[in-house]
C-alpha cells in the first residue's frame, strides 16, 4: 500500500511539470489579442495549428503557432473553451490510480485519450464546417501508420476533419471507417 503523502506528492509534482511546460509555450509566445475573455497569443513555428492551454495557474490562452492561419482553426480552439482539460485531471489523477493498482493505468490512459478525441471532435463541431487546411497532412496507405496517427495526435487526423461529412458522422464510425477502409 503506497503512503497517501507519497501519492499527493506525486499528483502536485505531475502537476508542476504540467505548469512548467505549458508555462514555456506561452513565456515564448506574445500577445496578440483577446477575445470573449480568452487570451490569443502567436508562436510562430511555422505550423498550421493552435494549442489550447487551460490550466489552473495560466488559466485559458490560445496560441497560434503561425501567422494568418485558417479562421477555422481560432474556431475550434475557441470549442474547447468550455470543456475541461482532461489530460491535466488525468496526471492529477495518474498517482491515485498507480497506488490502487499499476496496471489501472493502461484503462486510464485509454479512457483519457478516447475522450480527449472526443472533445476534439466536439471542438471541431463548434466550427461548424469541415475543417480547411493550407497544407494538410496526406491519408497514409498504410492502415497502422493511420492508427498511429490517431493514437499519437490530439486531433483526429487532417485527411478526416476535411471530409465533407466529418460533421454529420459520430466520431467512432470515421474512426472505424477511416482504419477499416483500404
Ligand atoms: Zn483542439
Known sequence: MVSVYFTILM???LMVFYEATMYRLVKNSVYLYRINNVEVRLLDRGEENAIYVNTLLLKKKIILLKRDLPETILKHELGHVEQVNIYYLGLILAPWVASCNVLL???LAFTIKAIGVY???KADKAVGKPLKFNDPKPRPKSRLKRLYAWILENHPPDWVRMREDYL?????TLFLRDILNG
Open 168 to 172: 454529420q458522422k459520430n466520431i467512432v
Open 119 to 121: 472533445l476534439e471532435y
Open 11 to 13: 499528483s502536485i509534482s
Open 105 to 107: 493505468l493502461i484503462p
